[in-house]
């Protein structure tokens, strides 16, 4: 059974219908956790941050904490807040940015304040239409409110914030290709060295970049202290987290759950949570951490929802996008589906990615329509080490981005667990699931 | 203190070499012999590491990653493995990639044979493709712009062109769009690729996805001849490649020379071919496209064509005749020779003819005396200086490769450019300062960066001044950039200006930009008023420029005049009275082209015409450099050199000259100016006159970077190549440049006063005028200026008037009427008009309205 006991962190407010407004926010402790970071030393909250070891919730899981003191010294630096949430089944922040605004809002305050920068853009997926409109309405509230602008709270500390919404590429949620666009270009990630934004960022200026759900979490641990967030999960993985669970299970959605102290099978089978599979179902696979991650097996199911307990498996927590494949899923159909996205998502920057994503989609394609041949299957997998050399995982990165490397996962995996289903294709002329 | 490391070591296959901190790995590599293939790095532009190509082992903290060897800097104890089976598949693994949707057409594609696509594929790929989709498909090809076709399906994305458009040209006019393996290279819909860079785009392209709408489908390259020369399209001097099929000129790339053009050419430069040899049909000697073809003498009112011998006969007789009065003859023009060819003129003129009175300008150059008395700068040196102050026209219309070398230097590398700025100008962008000037004030302007003191009545301010004062300091570190922005402007403004400008500024050097050809060459071989050959100065002789020639000639003192070159008429400012004054005197033209000039000649000498003939000339910096012909020259033409040997003859005495080598041999002999040590080193960047020394190494052909040029072992050396150095010439030299000390007063430069209404006339240069080079190639007649008065919004509304309206122009001599442009980038009370540039009829009507009598032009606006 599930590990339930844990408060609600970033997800307290949303048991309310108007968990979303202004009144709601301010009747259960909105702005609790900025009112006492102001009163706390710029270094006192980043300390809180640090002894919290709260691991970023974008998905490379790198601390906040460390992060933030990376920023190099500069006249001018920026937070910049990655909202861009647009990979598929992962819809956590999509969430928090509907339902609790205000707290995002407040979480990006305190952490500018930590940081002591005074301009924070708020890049956001575009087509968040409704998201867009309510994290608005928190900053104009916040404004209103004195949360904003000069003179936070009569403290010494201005701060403002712009929200960006992007153009509809999923390659902007990597941090360079945001701040590119950010800065009115093409979203192409940036080459490294430069290795961190935090020495040359949006403008080339010093920039903290964050993702939504890690922002979420800052107003509780100024209020609760970095010990009390440290004291949940286990490990590396301190806290809870937000996953987003899809596929065929009764009762997908998002849920905030401790980290380490549940598995894989707590979060899909648990009556409280997933509920497990539609009935008569068996399950054949999962996606443990987003469209990029390495498959898992149902043998898999007991390894706990930590990053370096995932990682030990050869996968990873990623986003904390779960997605549950049954006995009728037809996983060359859903191995085609992804890589159909990262193809159509890719920059078209660097060779390996542009080219070679269109390629394993094409033959992909084939191999679920009918064209299979059984010498596809090597060349699959050539191909996927031409991406990625080495097939292993971490993958070795050839490319500019992380893009590259993530083609061939689904891939891999699916030929890996399921080759016979991949030789079913190729017999039949087409999909046995059809 | 610790040592600041020079070299640090790194090891490549095992074996250690020394590098130098920062250098890119791909370049050390190379240099050890190590060659790492590569499609986007180009050694002219900033690596982007995008095609991946270039992927190397190299050790690191988590062991050995495949890293981009263009784009990674080598530090000391670097270990990179270039040739483990896991480089080899990778590199293989990308070529496959960039293959797959590679159309493969290269049987119809203009690349096939010089394509690194084609080469690496042969070279590394495998024989067949594993790929058996459906490729990619676009439409191809589509017009980008109006010299450039795109072919979408054989782009390999390696951003050369973009980031050559963006980074380097500053016309950042194409760009990706679509993402993924449908990304392309696309322009905006309202914006075409217009920049007058474009052919570098399709020179640097390493697929056949770009092609120039000129050479598309003329040739395959295994069938080209090649000889490498100089451009002598306007005065930077860029190193071409030149190539023909047979006796037809195709193309012209440019060479990747140091000290020049980095491998860049100009729209006008690399297109401009068809006015040598692509107008075989035209016979109407009038058009500046007609190529002379054969002598011409007229008859009855016409020219007719005769033989060598008749024409040298008649143009002797009028010389001679001419010259038994004092006075009596004269030349004008010149820039189009060879040094050989000015050299021979020069001798036939002052020794034979016994006249003083010849100039190669048009009365819209500087003192060439004033610029031998200067210290010079190379283009170099401006690039890397400490601050650099222009004082001229629009340098990317003037001189476009001086202004890539000058926009590198403040983008890249940073380095301060102060523009005194009279119109607008592609550089304001770029500059730390912009001073505002208007016509008359180039000298107000150089008296107050001395003084610091605003003077009365100028546009800039203070506070720019100050700028501007704070950067140039004492002058340590700086080069002035000097031309003749407007050439309705006395040239007594400007020569008044870089007097003022090398007295404040003594440490100061000067570059000067001067446009026409090899304006600089002929004007070192004596081609001047008290010039002398060997950029030498005779202060005791007199002699008249051009003006004051055409001034004589009106007035009947001056009877003969000997014009070298055509196109006198479209480059003098009072065309009106420049045609007085050849209606009054006897005229013998020696030209390769035709002109509105040739109405009034009574002798036409045919000749050879650039990639025609063999020579050196001379360019901005004073670098010296080897022309050579790639065909033969139309007709009965003949290179200058045997043309004015053969003309003394029939005067009576000999110049000595038999041959251009001849002359080479004896200007480097008299003079010490580099001719003969230049011509036999014909495949180098040449040398700067009295700075022999200076000699860069040429970098190695390098066909991954600038593909379609063959290498000198292929195409062989000139043929002089090797046979005499200059230490073998036992130089005579006594030729001594001018000073100072040894020029006359300035001119008058009062403004005279005009009322409220009018506006001073800025007419400045515009790189696609109505010249020989544009004229003659119809790729480029298309972009020729059109004739606009580009005024800001303050006059703009004072005259109620709006961009598009037409409005009446009054001038000394007429009134016309022409359409208005607002343009913010001219100062108020200026009007600035493109000179050259025609009517909506295609008639050059600004120039017939102004005499060119008073310190600067005014006109008068009325809306209608």
Request: net charge negative; proline share 5%; glycine share 10%.
């Amino acid at each position: 059974m599930a590990t339930l006991e844990a408060p609600r962190i970033v997800t307290a407010r949303l048991e309310y219908e108007d968990s979303h407004t202004l009144a709601r926010f301010l009747a259960t402790g909105g702005y609790d956790g900025l009112r006492k970071a102001l009163s706390m030393h710029p270094e006192e909250v980043a300390l809180e941050v640090d002894k919290a070891s709260l691991l970023g919730r974008g998905g490379a899981g790198f601390p906040a904490g460390r992060k933030w003191s990376m920023l190099r010294k500069s006249q001018l630096a920026y937070l910049v807040v990655n909202g861009d949430e647009s990979e598929p089944a992962t819809f956590k922040d999509h969430l928090l940015l509907e339902r609790d605004p205000n707290e995002v809002i407040e979480g990006i305050i305190i952490s500018a304040y930590a940081l002591q920068v005074n301009q924070v853009f708020l890049f956001l997926r575009g087509e968040f239409a409704l998201g867009l409109e309510r994290v608005q309405q928190a900053v104009n509230d916040a404004y209103q409110q004195g949360a904003l602008g000069s003179k936070i709270f009569g403290s010494d500390f201005s701060l403002d914030i712009v929200v960006h919404p992007g153009a509809g590429a999923y390659i902007c949620g990597d941090e360079t290709g945001l701040l590119e666009a950010l800065e009115g270009k093409r979203g192409f990630p940036r080459i490294k060295p430069p290795f961190f934004p935090a020495v040359s960022g949006f403008y080339g200026e010093p920039t903290v970049v964050n993702n939504v759900e890690t922002m979420a979490n800052i107003p509780w641990i100024v209020v609760h202290g970095g010990d009390a967030f440290a004291a949940l999960g286990a490990g590396r993985s301190t806290g809870t987290r937000l996953f987003a669970l899809a596929g065929r299970v009764k009762n997908p959605g998002v849920f905030e759950i401790e980290m380490v102290k549940n598995t894989f099978r707590d979060l899909i089978y648990d009556p409280a949570l997933g509920g497990g599979l539609l009935d008569g179902r068996t399950i054949k696979a999962f996606m443990p951490g987003g469209a990029s991650a390495p498959w898992f097996a149902p043998e898999q199911l007991d390894v706990p929802l930590g990053q370096d307990e995932v990682a030990e498996q050869h996968s990873m927590l990623g986003s904390g996008s779960v997605v549950v494949f049954d006995d009728t899923t037809c996983v060359v159909r859903a191995a085609w589906r992804i890589t159909k996205f990262f193809a159509r998502e890719s920059c078209g920057q660097c060779t390996p990615c542009r080219e070679g994503s269109g390629w394993v989609e094409r033959v992909m394609y084939r191999m679920e329509n009918g064209g299979g041949r059984m010498e596809d299957l090597d060349l699959l997998l050539d191909l996927c080490d031409n991406i990625a050399p080495g097939l292993t995982w971490p993958p070795q990165q050839t490319t500019i981005c992380p893009l590259g490397p993530s083609i061939p996962s689904p891939i891999t995996s699916a030929i890996s667990m399921f080759r016979d289903e991949f030789v079913q294709h190729v017999q039949l002329g087409g999909c046995p699931f059809d | 203190m610790t040592d600041v490391k020079t070299t640090v070591t790194i090891s490549i296959n095992g074996r250690s070499l020394e590098a130098t901190p920062g250098e890119l790995l791909i370049e050390a590599a190379e240099r050890a012999g190590t060659y790492v293939p590569r499609f986007c790095y180009h050694p002219r532009m900033e690596p982007v590491g995008i095609c991946r190509m270039c992927l190397v082992e190299v050790d690191s903290p988590r062991g050995a990653t495949l890293q981009p060897a263009c784009y990674l800097k080598v530090n000391d104890g670097m270990t990179v493995v270039t040739d483990s089976e896991k480089v080899k598949k990778a590199q293989d693994g990308v070529l496959e990639f960039l293959l797959a949707n590679h159309p493969l057409d290269c049987p119809v594609c203009d690349k096939g044979g010089e394509c690194p696509l084609q080469d690496q594929t042969l070279a590394h790929g495998s024989g067949e493709t594993r790929f058996i989709e459906e490729k990619r498909h676009f439409v191809k090809p589509i017009e980008i712009g109006a010299l450039v076709l795109l072919d979408r399906e054989r782009c390999i994305q390696c951003a050369r062109c973009t980031r050559f458009a963006a980074d380097v040209a500053g016309d950042a006019q194409i760009a990706f769009a679509g993402r993924g393996d449908l990304i392309e290279v696309a322009t905006s819909p309202t914006q075409p690729f217009d920049s007058v860079f474009s052919g570098n785009t399709v020179q640097i392209c390493p697929v056949g996805a770009l092609t120039a709408k000129p050479y598309r489908f003329n040739a395959r390259p295994w069938d080209l001849e090649q000889i490498e020369s100089t451009c002598t399209t306007c005065a930077v001097g860029c190193r071409v490649a030149v190539q023909s099929s047979g006796n037809r000129l195709t193309r012209v790339l440019g060479v990747d020379s140091e000290p020049v053009n980095h491998g860049w050419l100009c729209d006008k430069g690399r297109f401009t071919l068809d006015s040598i040899d692509g107008n075989q049909e035209s016979s109407d000697v009038l058009n500046a496209a007609t190529r002379i073809t054969e002598p011409l003498v007229r008859r009855n009112g016409t020219l007719v064509a005769v033989s060598w011998g008749e024409a040298l006969g008649e143009a002797a007789e009028l010389l001679r005749a001419a010259a038994a009065q004092p006075n009596g003859v004269g030349a004008i023009g010149g820039a189009a020779l060879t040094n050989e060819g000015a050299f021979a003129w020069e001798r036939l003129l002052r020794g034979v003819l016994g006249t003083e009175h010849i100039d190669a300008q048009y009365g819209d150059g500087l003192n060439a005396a004033l610029l031998q008395a200067l210290p010079r700068a190379t283009i170099d040196e401006a690039a890397n200086a400490r601050v650099v102050v222009t004082l001229t026209g629009d340098l990317r219309e003037e001189l476009p490769i001086l202004f890539l070398r000058l926009r590198e230097s403040a983008v890249r590398y940073q380095r301060p450019i102060v523009e005194v700025a009279f119109g607008a100008s592609a550089l304001r962008s770029v500059a730390s300062v912009s001073l505002p000037v208007r016509p008359g004030e180039a000298h107000l302007v150089a008296q107050a960066l001395g003084d610091g003191t605003l003077p009365q009545g100028v546009v800039f301010t203070q506070g720019e001044l100050d700028a501007a004062r704070q950067l140039i300091g004492d002058g340590e570190g700086v080069v002035f950039v000097v031309g003749r922005p407007n050439i309705t402007e006395s040239a007594d403004v400007m020569d008044y200006a870089v007097r003022l400008l090398a007295t404040q500024f003594s440490r100061a050097k000067f570059l000067p930009a001067l446009r026409r050809a090899n304006v600089m060459g002929a004007t070192d071989m004596g081609l001047g008023p008290q010039l002398r050959p060997g950029r030498g100065f005779d202060a005791e002789s007199g002699g008249r420029d051009a003006l004051a020639q055409l001034e004589a000639m009106r007035s009947g003192e001056q009877r003969a005049l000997l014009m070298l070159g055509g196109c006198l008429l479209g480059n003098v400012l009072d065309v009106v009275g420049a045609r007085e004054a050849l209606d009054a005197a006897d005229v013998v033209v020696v030209s390769g082209h035709g002109g509105a000039s040739l109405a009034y000649a009574d002798v036409v000498l045919p000749a050879a015409v650039q990639h025609e003939r063999l020579g050196t000339v001379t360019n901005i910096e004073g670098r010296v450099t080897a022309v050579a012909p790639k065909i033969v020259a139309p007709g009965s033409a003949w290179p200058d050199v045997a043309i004015a040997s053969e003309l003394a003859e029939e005067l009576g005495q000999s110049i000595g000259l038999a041959s251009v080598e001849q002359a080479a041999k004896t200007i480097e002999e008299t003079t010490g100016y580099p001719a003969l040590s230049v011509l036999n080193d014909s495949t180098s960047d040449g040398v700067v006159v009295g700075d022999v020394a200076e000699r860069s190494a040429r970098r190695p052909l390098d066909p991954m970077a600038f593909p379609g040029i063959r290498s000198t072992e292929e195409v062989g050396l000139g043929a002089n190549a090797g046979t005499t150095s200059l230490a073998d010439l036992s130089s005579t030299t006594s030729t001594m440049p001018a000073t100072l000390s040894d020029l006359g007063a300035s001119g008058k430069l009062e403004v005279p006063l005009a009322d409220s209404y009018s506006l001073r006339v800025n007419l400045s240069r515009r790189l696609y005028d109505n010249g020989i080079a544009v004229q003659g190639s119809p790729a480029l007649t298309t972009l020729k200026a059109v004739s606009v008065l580009h005024l800001n919004h303050f006059d703009l509304d004072r005259l109620g008037a709006v961009t598009g309206d037409v409005v009446g122009v009054t001038g000394t001599r007429g009134s016309i009427r022409l359409p208005v442009a607002l343009d913010d980038a001219v100062p108020r009370g200026v009007t600035e008009i493109a000179f050259g540039s025609l009517d909506a009829d295609g008639v050059d009507v600004v120039r017939p309205i102004l005499d060119g009598r008073d310190v600067i032009a005014q006109v008068r606006l009325e809306s209608e």
